[in-house]
């Protein structure tokens, strides 16, 4: 018998005050300001660890990759992923897919979405999608504070 698991991801983090830093989303740079983190702070990468590792019962993103270690600085979080992929499958799991919704007034996504999916797709071994939706100007998120990414992730035995 088909064992089937699901696992709810989600990441949020504000924009850095950091000229410097670059907006990493799902393995792509964007324009404009980046976001605040330990890693390159891909809100998207992270919703999609956090889903993968609930559906394996494999802990948390903050278990696995610690904000507190200094070996995941500036990390790249696509790698991140592929690891968790990775884990994920060694525990006897095969990934179904993830689906990610990011919660943004800007940058858009619609442009780099394609390319966004085939970035996770690859680092995850099995399908990724994206979906952009804004939150109409209400809120932290409407004022342009910060992005929110959900992510489900199903597996099977």
Known sequence: M?????GHGF??????EDSGRSMVLGGVVFEGPGLDGHSD???VSHACIDALL???????IGERYPDTDEKFLGADSLALLADTAKAVTEASWK???V???VVLENPKLSPHR???ENLLSKAVGAPVTVKGRRPEGLGALGR?????????ALVSR
């Open 95 to 97: 990934i179904a897919n």
């Open 2 to 6: 088909t064992e089937i698991r699901v």
């Open 99 to 101: 689906d990610c919704t």
């Open 11 to 16: 990441d949020i983090h504000p924009f850095s």
């Open 114 to 116: 394609e390319e966004m």
């Open 41 to 43: 702070a891909d809100a």
């Open 54 to 60: 609930g559906a394996a019962g494999l802990g948390n």
């Open 144 to 152: 342009e504070e910060g992005i929110v990414c959900f992510a489900i």
